[in-house]
């Protein structure tokens, strides 16, 4: 009963950057709930999901050794938020970008619908 829904997708050239955004909603949050880990995945055409970066509640990240020190993944001011600054983005940057997020009390992990990042010249 959680809902991701992302945000900031679109057309980019070569080096440009993208911000995309994530934000949960659901009955669950009237309790006051926090997640465990947020966090975005990826997937190309004829590829397979791939985990880009995660931030736990308390602040840890990790990141996918192909966007390290390219992409900053950040909570938000607003509880239960997530971005991913993406800097200079490259072609083998395109695909689906999907958020995640691992909450107490749900049974498995809640997905977002997908934003699509074009990075073309």
């Known amino acids: 009963q959680v809902q991701l829904v992302e945000s900031g997708g679109g057309l980019v050239q070569p080096g440009g950057s993208l911000r995309l955004s994530c934000a949960a909603s659901?009955?669950?949050?009237?309790?006051?709930?926090?997640?465990?880990?947020m966090g975005w995945y990826r997937q190309a055409p004829g590829k397979e999901r791939e985990l880009v970066a995660a931030?736990?509640?308390?602040?840890?990240?990790n990141y996918a050794d192909s966007v390290k020190g390219r992409f900053t993944i950040s909570r938000g001011n607003a509880k239960n938020t997530v971005y991913l600054q993406m800097n200079s983005l490259k072609p083998e940057d395109t695909a689906v970008y999907y958020c995640?997020?691992?909450?107490?009390?749900?049974?498995?992990?809640?997905w977002g619908q997908g934003t699509q990042v074009t990075v073309s010249s």
């Open positions: 659901g009955s669950i949050f009237r309790f006051n709930i926090m997640f465990n880990v």
């Open positions: 995640n997020a691992k909450f107490p009390y749900e049974p498995s992990d809640s």
């Open positions: 931030i736990a509640s308390g602040g840890s990240t």
